[in-house]
């Protein structure tokens, strides 16, 4: 009982020291000028609560309008946003990052400012389009931290910007309105010398990369995508000694070659997406042993990836596609266990499938589009466990073999593509089960047996076409509620089919044996439907007259079937109408001049049909009329 006593004691007045300790008596509130300051800045802005999905989209904290709390009367150091040095008590950090401001900055106005800041972010807010703030550089030589990314400040970014020679991190990316002149930006990094993090991404700078930027050596963080960049990049760009993170994708006209790396390189993520290099990927990139990411996808490069590519241990996302690389995958790749990302497509990669990557049990997303892989397809999954599999796309290849069971198991697959291979055999029911699917496309294989019945929800985009598959429709196919894209085109498929189902835009049904009576077809077509293919069936009876106000179609091509009667002049309410062909049917009307009124209309096909009386006037307003 003693011994508990005393222990609760001595923990109290351990609570009661460690109390004394953290919390400093702050004998300074927030100066009147400095509180007054920050009112003022309040005044000019409104809150635009609707502009907070951007924050949130971007998984950076939702936004919320931060200036609220900002009362006259009580402390500034305890406003949201602000940040104090509480010795002094002065206003030394402004972050209003993602705060729904909203509102134009006068040119003149942003001296509403507290003197002693030394962070500032205004970040993801919209001040309309704003001049950037122009005279108040020199009130601001304390700054050390300047974030006005993603703000929509817009002209040209003075010269003055370069009098702030204390910032050690300057963010103006994402204002796409921004120009920074060559004479600007060279000022900028031969004084802002203190720089670690740099990134103008989409600022329009449009100038060579000025060699002045090689004496940025404290950098270790640079971002200058979309800047529209010219001329040659430097080697000693990679090889500035602190640097973790460089991207300078998205400057197409930017050229260059992959310098040779040694690997006392810090490098951690390097990004050259659509850039416009040329040579090879050199032996020593697998000296970059801390590379976490490499995106050098769209970038010109050719020959074959060094196996050195396999040291880089730490990799979780690698982009290669888009390229001219040509060979073999070496084997040392499997080598990546901590791989998510691996895009190699549009390629010239060849050799079988089966070898490279049985290791990679966390892989996510995993395209090897538009190359030569061959060999069967079931020997990707032959040592592999995939079980994370988000995305699988191996389109355009030499593949071939059934469809492996091993995907039947992919509980978190949402896209699968294995358009234009030789994959042959039937379309396994489990197939149509799998549970978070939202697109699969098998067209162009060599498929053959019925389609089964299906049994997902989350099925938005389906694409059979061009297979050898046979038999009925499934109606459940028209039942799922998120299907926007049907193309069951060029089979052997047979029956009655209701088209109407809720979701569709796109149904393409072409090229079969579709006998089925128009009317369960075409009597109740959805509203949302915009394309409707039916050609090359045996589709027949009267087209039924029943199309509404609702009618957003577009495309409507009935082509080659054996269909009669008139031409339904509720087509009128279509008013989307750009391409209507209702040829080789057995079409029995006068000419439909009414379709006049449909301005959109551009391809008007009539041919082989029993068409009858005058045509004047009308056909000369048609691009394409027959
Ligand atoms: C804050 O309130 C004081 C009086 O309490 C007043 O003099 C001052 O003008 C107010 N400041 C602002 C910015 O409204
Ligand atoms: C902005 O400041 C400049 C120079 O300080 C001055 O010439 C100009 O008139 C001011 N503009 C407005 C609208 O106050
Ligand atoms: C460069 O920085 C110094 C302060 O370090 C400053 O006095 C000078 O005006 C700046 N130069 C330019 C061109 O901005
Ligand atoms: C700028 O602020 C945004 C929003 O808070 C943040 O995501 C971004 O990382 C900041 N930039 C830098 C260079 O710190
Ligand atoms: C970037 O600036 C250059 C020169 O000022 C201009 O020619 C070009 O059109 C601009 N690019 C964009 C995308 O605005
Ligand atoms: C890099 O810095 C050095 C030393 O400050 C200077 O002499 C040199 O001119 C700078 N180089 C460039 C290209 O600005
Ligand atoms: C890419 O560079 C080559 C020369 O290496 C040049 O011929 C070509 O025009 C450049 N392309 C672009 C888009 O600048
Ligand atoms: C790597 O480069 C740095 C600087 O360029 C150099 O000091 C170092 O000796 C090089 N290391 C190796 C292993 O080549
Ligand atoms: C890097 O890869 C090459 C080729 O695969 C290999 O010979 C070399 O030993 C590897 N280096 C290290 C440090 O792992
Ligand atoms: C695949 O190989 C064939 C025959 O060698 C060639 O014609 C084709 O261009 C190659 N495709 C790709 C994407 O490299
Ligand atoms: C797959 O595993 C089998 C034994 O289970 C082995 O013989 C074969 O070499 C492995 N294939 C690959 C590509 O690793
Ligand atoms: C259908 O789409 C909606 C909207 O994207 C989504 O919320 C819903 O979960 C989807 N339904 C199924 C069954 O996946």
């Not at 040119?107 to 001049?131: C, K």
């Not at 209507?580 to 439909?592: A, E, M, S, V």
Request: charged share 15%.
């Amino acid at each position: 009982m003693g011994c508990s006593i005393w222990f609760n004691l001595s923990q109290l007045f351990f609570f009661i020291l460690s109390f004394v300790q953290l919390t400093p008596s702050r004998a300074q509130l927030c100066p009147q000028d400095q509180s007054f300051a920050l009112l003022q800045f309040k005044k000019q802005f409104s809150f635009d609560e609707s502009a907070s999905q951007v924050c949130e989209f971007r998984n950076i904290i939702p936004s919320y309008p931060k200036l609220k709390s900002w009362k006259n009367g009580t402390d500034c150091c305890s406003w949201d946003g602000v940040e104090c040095d509480w010795r002094t008590g002065n206003v030394i950090g402004l972050d209003l990052s993602c705060s729904c401001l909203y509102g134009t900055i006068h040119p003149n106005s942003t001296l509403f400012l507290p003197p002693y800041i030394q962070r500032l972010n205004l970040a993801y807010n919209d001040f309309v389009s704003s001049p950037f703030p122009s005279n108040s550089f020199d009130r601001f030589s304390k700054l050390t931290n300047l974030n006005l990314s993603s703000s929509g400040f817009s002209g040209q970014i003075p010269l003055e910007i370069s009098e702030l020679s204390n910032l050690v991190s300057l963010d103006l990316s994402s204002n796409s309105q921004l120009r920074l002149e060559k004479a600007g930006f060279e000022l900028l990094v031969q004084n802002l010398t203190q720089l670690r993090e740099l990134n103008l991404d989409e600022v329009n700078i449009s100038s060579v990369i000025p060699r002045s930027l090689l004496n940025l050596t404290s950098l270790t963080f640079l971002s200058l995508v979309s800047c529209e960049f010219l001329g040659e990049v430097p080697d000693q760009l990679f090889q500035l000694p602190n640097l973790k993170k460089l991207d300078i994708g998205f400057n197409k006209a930017l050229t260059g070659h992959f310098p040779e790396f040694n690997s006392s390189s810090p490098l951690q993520s390097l990004s050259l997406y659509h850039i416009n290099f040329s040579g090879e990927l050199p032996d020593s990139i697998g000296n970059l042993k801390f590379l976490n990411v490499l995106s050098i996808g769209s970038c010109g490069l050719s020959g074959q990836i060094p196996p050195s590519l396999g040291n880089l241990t730490q990799i979780s996302s690698l982009f290669l596609d888009r390229n001219n690389f040509i060979g073999k995958v070496p084997p040392s790749l499997s080598n990546l266990e901590q791989l998510i990302v691996l895009y190699l497509s549009d390629n010239h990669f060849e050799g079988p499938i089966a070898s490279v990557f049985p290791t990679m049990k966390n892989l996510r997303y995993l395209d090897l589009g538009t190359n030569n892989f061959s060999g069967q397809i079931s020997s990707l999954f032959a040592n592999a466990t995939l079980q994370q599999l988000v995305v699988l796309s191996l389109s355009y290849n030499q593949l071939s073999g059934t469809l492996p069971s091993q995907v039947n198991g992919l509980s978190h697959l949402r896209e699968l593509s294995l358009d234009y291979n030789f994959i042959s055999g039937a379309i396994p029911s489990w197939m149509f089960n799998l549970p978070a699917l939202e697109s699969l496309d098998l067209s162009y294989n060599k498929l053959t047996g019925p389609i089964n019945e299906v049994q997902f929800n989350s099925l938005r985009y389906l694409d059979l076409g061009s297979n050898k598959l046979y038999g009925n429709i499934p109606s459940s196919i028209f039942q799922l509620v998120n299907l926007t894209y049907l193309d069951l085109s060029s089979n052997n498929l047979s029956g009655i089919v209701s088209c109407n189902a809720n979701s569709l835009g796109i149904l393409i049904l072409s090229r079969n044996n579709l006998s089925g009576v128009t009317k369960h077809c075409l009597r109740k077509l959805s509203r949302s439907l915009l394309v409707l293919d039916l050609q090359k069936n045996n589709f027949y009876g009267n087209i039924p007259n029943t199309f509404t106000k609702n009618c957003s179609l577009e495309t409507v091509n009935l082509n080659n079937n054996a269909l009669r009667g008139p031409v339904p002049d509720s087509l009128v309410k279509c008013r989307s109408l750009q391409v209507l062909d209702l040829g080789n049917n057995k079409i029995k009307d006068t000419f439909p001049y009414w379709l006049e009124s449909l301005s959109y209309l551009h391809v008007l096909i009539l041919q082989s049909n029993r068409f009858y009386g005058p045509i004047t006037t009308f056909m000369t307003q048609f691009p394409s009329i027959t």
